[in-house]
């Protein structure tokens, strides 16, 4: 019997050996889908009569500002892997320049859309604009771009149609950011919303003294907002909304402490204040989300945005 027990006990151990070395190889495998390499070489050759000419270059994280000096760290803060840059020339018309990020994530390739949002929706993947000879549009965990170096009515219609086919490719992966269903829906001015989580794409939008308060990371999404709400008098600009969610209460109840004590003073405790401007200016907790109102045009529109978004 004793002899039994131990081989059973033997086996037991084996067992566990087997599954622990089993998940200590699922760790440390690599994970073998690449949507970037799946998606590339289904990328269109030719379009509208503009045909790929030369060779595709291909961008890191690192060497992103060989191609893109100075803007490389916008895409750098929302966590790229690679671009690809491609160029279609058609006798006769500007040539077209393709540039294809792969972000990671879904919500990166959606920050990357929101720092710019200029022109019209073009109807174009997730969502889009087109300004004269420009498309962008995110879909899945890709962002695109899409230039004409000089707009003609073809070299319009081109870009439009090469980005229809790569939308086509693209995965239908992931969607918006959670964060954006705790923006109130109150005077929120459609398309002046920007999701974030790196300091740099806040100082792009918003100038605050000391960013480093925030303690904002890739595991603190942010949104930055604007909001039309009748003061007193018409407001001269709008007031604006900065929501971050934190890892923990603690950690959002530390950051609305040391936001209050640098940019409110003796009004910390409160947590509201008149600023030099003639603004005002709030900031509030609850469980792990920080909201913070800027340039607000009256204590009212102030307390009713904090309330809200808090809510």
């Known amino acids: 019997m004793r002899g039994r027990i131990e ?32 998606l590339r070489p289904r990328l269109p050759a030719e379009v509208a009569g ?32 690679i671009c690809l840059a491609r160029r279609y020339e058609r006798p006769g018309q500007p040539a077209l320049l393709l540039d294809l990020f792969e972000m990671g994530r879904p919500e990166d390739a959606f920050g990357v859309f929101t720092h710019d949002l200029e022109g019209e929706p073009a109807g174009i993947g997730a969502d889009s604009r087109y300004r004269p000879g420009w498309l962008t549009f995110w879909q899945g965990r890709f962002y695109v771009s899409v230039t004409a170096e000089a707009e003609t009515p073809e070299a319009a219609e081109a870009v439009r149609a090469l980005g229809r086919r790569l939308a086509a490719l693209i995965p239908r992966e992931g969607g918006r950011p959670e964060i954006l269903s705790l923006l109130p829906p109150g005077g929120l001015a459609a398309g002046r919303v920007v999701y974030f989580h790196h300091p740099v794409i806040l100082s792009a939008h918003l100038y605050l003294e000391d960013t480093a308060v925030l303690q904002l990371s890739p595991r603190t ?35 609305r402490s040391d936001f209050a004590f640098v940019y409110l003073e003796d009004q910390a405790a409160a947590g509201l204040a008149r600023v030099e401007d003639g603004s005002w200016t709030a ?29």
Do not use: H, N
């Open 7 to 38: 081989l059973v006990l033997l086996a037991l151990a084996a067992g566990l050996l087997l599954a622990a070395g089993v998940v200590a190889w699922l760790a440390l495998t690599p994970v073998t889908e690449d949507p970037y390499r799946q």
């Open 221 to 255: 999404p942010a949104v930055l907002a604007e909001y039309r709400r009748d003061g007193p008098e018409p407001p001269a600009k709008p007031a604006k909304l900065l929501l971050v969610v934190y890892p923990t209460a603690a950690q959002a109840a530390q950051v």
């Open 50 to 81: 503009w045909r790929a000419a030369g060779e595709d270059r291909e961008y890191d994280d690192q060497t992103i500002f060989q191609y893109i000096d100075g803007a490389g760290e916008v895409y750098r803060a929302y966590g790229m892997r």
């Open 283 to 311: 900031v509030g907790c609850a469980g792990r989300r920080l909201a913070v109102v800027l340039d607000a045009p009256s204590p009212l529109v102030a307390r009713d945005l904090l309330r809200e978004a808090l809510r």
